[in-house]
Nanobody, 125 residues
Framework: QVQLVESGGGLVQAGGSLRLSCAAS????????MGWFRQAPGKEREFVAA????????YYADSVKGRFTISRDNAKNTVYLQMNSLKPEDTAVYYC??????????????????WGQGTQVTVSS
């Protein structure tokens, strides 16, 4: 199982950009689908984006489609989330996750047994 450490969050004005990173341990990173979830205060954790192990397929929640881009660098054991045109409703703690099958990301956060500490993203209006 991979260990995950998220970074790159911060405070940004609406319309701004941030790039999140998730560094993974282990030699099998390239065999895992990777993705991001987020959790706003008082709300359930929700799917944001996912990417297949090869990077050839990406998936997005409707709320971020066209604004966020997920990518990965298997040589660096890292997955990224480029977030553009940020909105106040994007404010949340962002968590990355890993699974052997990308379909797990569509089944909700309960599919995942462990999480990193997350990284806080705050978008001011």
């Amino acid at each position: 199982q991979v260990q995950l450490v998220e970074s790159g969050g911060g405070l940004v004005q609406a319309g701004g950009s941030l790039r999140l990173s998730c560094a993974a341990s282990g030699r099998t990173f390239s065999t895992y689908a990777m993705g991001w979830f987020r959790q706003a205060p008082g709300k359930e954790r929700e799917f944001v984006a996912a990417i297949s192990w090869s990077g050839s397929n990406t998936y997005y929640a409707d709320s971020v489609k066209g604004r966020f881009t997920i990518s990965r660098d298997n040589a660096k054991n890292t997955v990224y989330l480029q977030m553009n045109s940020l909105k106040p409703e994007d404010t949340a703690v962002y968590y990355c996750a890993a699974d052997r099958e990308v379909v797990a990301f569509f089944n909700g956060p309960t599919e995942f047994g462990s999480w990193g500490q997350g990284t806080q993203v705050t978008v001011s209006s």
